[in-house]
């Protein structure tokens, strides 16, 4: 009998545990971890702002900003071909001519090449968030111009960290972003990425997606890193910043980009999530982000620079 109350209790025991831990669930457990950790997390942005005039491949335009004018009449409110102003209409807004979907900071999908894979709004929103990789090529890139990352690079960075988690986001940093946003920033040599270490970080490590801070992944005459990503289904960013100032290991990275039917590049912000103790970046705490700041200069439109500054 005793053991029968005993093994009653048990099973009452590990169900109330089961059910309590539903209960943490229900209530919201992921917000713990946004409470506990995120808040206290340094934020730092891998993105280019894009403009009008900017560093594109010459097979490409730039881009032309415009304040949008009103597209039908208004009564009194506006007429057509108005500009919307703060001092007529309460509100401006702008318009965008961007003659390609490749341009700045971009999330390259695979329908880019091939168009039997994924556009970019096919994409699964399991891309929003990963572990991150840095792979140091800066050295290499600095006594090579146009030093393209190896399976080596790969390897050593294994051999100092573990091995690169299934599933995550390798950015190769060679500190060339810096250059942005020079005239000559897509002109050769610039740093790539080997088709081998592509091969080997899909093929054998099963990442995501890589990342580069050139526009370009490669500079073989027919972009081979490129054409072998994209024909068998695979992602890359372009055109990444900042990534000296997040750690090689341990950080997570937030994936946002533009949501086109059909599209086949996307205009895309990269942010990495760093640990709290970490030197750059920004955490919650400091900038809460609501409301947002307020500048001593309004914001008007440029002509010369073909777009609104301050």
């Known amino acids: 009998m005793r053991r029968v109350l005993l093994i009653v209790a048990l099973v009452i025991f590990v169900g109330s545990l089961a059910l309590s831990g539903a209960a943490r669930l229900a209530k919201g457990d992921l917000w713990s971890i946004y409470e506990n950790f995120l808040v206290k997390a340094k934020y730092v942005d891998l ?3 894009f403009m009008p005039d900017q560093p594109v491949w010459p097979g490409f335009d730039n881009a032309k900003f415009e ?6 009449d208004l009564g009194d409110y ?3 071909g108005d500009v919307f102003t703060y001092d007529k209409h309460g509100f401006i807004a702008t318009t965008y001519y961007i003659p390609t979907d490749q341009y700045g900071t971009q999330l390259d999908p695979p329908a880019h090449w091939d168009a039997y894979y994924a556009t970019i709004d096919e994409l699964p929103a399991t891309y929003c ?7 140091n090529i800066v050295d290499k890139y600095a006594e090579k111009p146009g030093y393209h990352g190896s399976v080596e690079d790969i390897t ?12 995550s986001v390798v950015m190769f940093r060679s500190d060339y972003y810096k250059t942005w946003p020079s005239k000559d920033f897509n002109k050769k040599p610039f740093p790539g990425v080997h088709i081998d270490a592509l091969k080997f970080l899909h093929n054998e490590r099963h990442i995501l ?3 580069h801070e050139a526009l370009d992944t490669d500079t073989t005459p027919s972009l081979e890193g490129e054409y072998w990503l994209m024909h068998n289904g695979y992602c890359q960013a372009e055109g ?9 290991i341990g950080a997570l990275i937030t994936i946002g980009y533009a949501k086109p039917k059909g599209g086949a590049g996307g205009y895309a912000r990269y942010i990495a999530i760093c640990p709290a103790n970490w030197e750059y970046g920004v955490s919650v705490e400091e900038e809460p982000g609501a ?10 439109y440029d002509k010369k620079k073909g777009m609104r500054v301050r």
């Open 78 to 80: 506006a007429s057509k």
């Open 129 to 135: 968030i990963r572990p991150l990789v840095v792979i």
């Open 209 to 211: 997606f890589h990342g």
């Open 240 to 248: 990444v910043m900042n990534l000296d100032k997040v750690p090689e």
């Open 47 to 49: 993105t280019h702002a």
């Open 156 to 167: 050593t960075w294994e051999e100092k960290h573990g091995t690169i988690p299934e599933g």
């Open 291 to 300: 409301p947002t700041k307020k500048y001593d200069k309004p914001l008007h």
């Open 67 to 72: 304040p949008t004018k009103a597209g039908a």
